[in-house]
T-cell receptor
Framework: SQKIEQNSEALNIQEGKTATLTCNYT??????LQWYRQDPGRGPVFLLL?????KEKRKERLKVTFDTTLKQSLFHITASQPADSATYLC??????????FGKGTSLLVTP | KAGVTQTPRYLIKTRGQQVTLSCSPI?????VSWYQQTPGQGLQFLFE???????NKGNFPGRFSGRQFSNSRSEMNVSTLELGDSALYLC????????????FGSGTQLSVL
């Protein structure tokens, strides 16, 4: 069956450090992969989309890598700030059926 | 541009009742998807509508249904509510036919007592 796995344990880091979140998947051949941020009691907010022919994508302090051989995406937040504290979700779609989400990794950035 | 609007924000129902949730997508967006989010299962896909047609449906019982109107607004209905239906129901809209860059509403928090 198709699976999207993200670290279930919360990630606690110090302000200013780089946070790295992992998304692994099985039984998908995705054309693209997306990352979303979700704050408590709110809907997810789109952050980045990376396509299968792109190895890396950047947006301000965010960087995403996509390795289709390893079936893995890494999501980096550089110079992290307390305002970056949230749950980050990885999402995959295959064949345009539905966008499926991982359960997310909770990030806590402390001053 | 206004975002995705979901109403009501909170809802309390009892077992056996039915409920209708509403979603207004971003102007110009023709695709609307619905998700159920619970702490244990995360976000689970319910169904997706494009131009008033249900294109895809997730693995949920027939008690869960939806529809989309000509102005792209969408409703979902849950009949014969069960305790396990307590969840945050999220609606998302997107411009095209692909599931790229979904815009989510804040959700409807449904509690079934």
């Amino acid at each position: 069956s198709q699976k999207i796995e993200q670290n279930s344990e919360a990630l606690n880091i110090q302000e200013g450090k780089t946070a790295t979140l992992t998304c692994n998947y099985t039984n998908y051949s995705p054309a693209y992969l997306q990352w979303y941020r979700q704050d408590p009691g709110r809907g997810p907010v789109f952050l980045l989309l990376i396509r299968e022919n792109e190895k890396e994508k950047r947006k301000e302090r965010l960087k995403v890598t996509f390795d289709t051989t390893l079936k893995q995406s890494l999501f980096h937040i550089t110079a992290s700030q307390p305002a970056d504290s949230a749950t980050y979700l990885c999402a995959l779609d295959e064949s345009g059926y539905a966008l499926n989400f991982g359960k997310g990794t909770s990030l806590l950035v402390t001053p | 541009k206004a975002g995705v609007t979901q109403t009501p924000r909170y809802l309390i129902k009892t077992r056996g009742q039915q409920v209708t949730l509403s979603c207004s997508p971003i102007s110009g967006h023709r695709s609307v998807s619905w998700y159920q989010q619970t702490p244990g299962q995360g976000l689970q896909f319910l169904f997706e509508y494009f131009s008033e047609t249900q294109r895809n449906k997730g693995n949920f019982p027939g008690r869960f249904s939806g529809r989309q109107f000509s102005n792209s607004r969408s409703e979902m209905n849950v009949s014969t509510l069960e305790l396990g239906d307590s969840a945050l129901y999220l609606c998302a809209s997107s411009f095209g036919t692909l599931n790229e860059k979904l815009f989510f509403g804040s959700g409807t928090q449904l509690s079934v007592l």
